[in-house]
């Protein structure tokens, strides 16, 4: 069931990823930089292992891994943020976590009627401040054998094609009364997002605990060919994500 969150925010990701920047902010229009701190929720990442048959597994280590990366990447910074405020993601904070997930895929249009999980306000209240901010990452790593078995896959595929075509070019050929030869109609085929070795897309959600609602939302890069176990990968990735807070 997890997988299925993880695809769908992919696909997010790859279909917003040529509209550039996306962000949202609420009429109230709130100045990330005038808020002395922030609540900062615990990161949530998704990670999908391609191995040998190139197919996506959902892997618990490497997203566990992944969000630790980026609370100490984001602790370690001169961000507005307070120390981490962990949650129970695995058992009984399941629905904020899969409410975090899903941020992504609402359109900004109606972000202002998403309701915030009351467990999630009850977190950032119990913190003592007014708003929280949440994180969000998504992406995969692709091993060599992946990889390797793609290529292998695309050159059976490529030679059968082009045998095939040759075969049927040379009978249009011999039944084309006038003698000329027939525009080949086969194209090579190559897929170069099942080659590239990992991906990675965040966003961040900024909480009013005051108005229950969502304040401001930042996508900056949607799909980005990173490595989500990367520390300066996603030392670059942070900082475009949250400059608004310290710039």
């Not at 966003?203 to 176990?229: A, G, M, Q």
Request: aromatic letters at 10%.
């Amino acid at each position: 069931m997890r997988i299925r969150f993880v695809l769908a925010a992919l696909s997010v990701a790859v279909a917003v990823s040529s509209c550039g920047p996306v962000t949202y902010s609420s009429s109230e229009n709130l100045n990330l930089k005038s808020v002395r701190e922030y609540a900062f929720i615990e990161p949530v990442a998704d990670v999908l292992y391609y191995g040998s048959k190139n197919r996506p597994v959902y892997d618990y280590e490497l997203s566990d891994a992944a969000a630790d990366l980026i609370t100490t990447i984001v602790s370690s910074q001169r961000y507005p943020f307070s120390e981490v405020i962990y949650m129970d993601y695995d058992r009984s904070n399941r629905e904020i976590r899969k409410w975090i997930q899903n941020i992504g895929s609402v359109s900004t249009s109606r972000l202002d009627r998403v309701r915030v999980p009351r467990d999630l306000l009850d977190a950032i209240d119990r913190s003592g401040h007014r708003y929280g901010v949440v994180i969000f990452s998504s992406g995969y790593i692709r091993s060599r054998e992946a990889i390797r078995y793609e290529e292998t896959q695309e050159a059976i595929g490529n030679a059968i094609g082009a045998a095939l075509d040759a075969i049927f070019s040379k009978k249009d050929k011999d039944d084309d009364k006038d003698g000329k030869k027939k525009k080949s109609s086969y194209e090579t085929y190559s897929n170069p997002e099942n080659k590239t070795p990992y991906d990675c897309n965040m966003y961040c959600v900024v909480i009013d605990n005051e108005s229950d609602e969502i304040v401001h939302y930042i996508h900056p890069v949607p799909f980005l060919e990173k490595d989500p176990l990367n520390g300066s990968d996603m030392d670059t990735m942070l900082s475009r994500l949250l400059r608004d807070f310290i710039e």
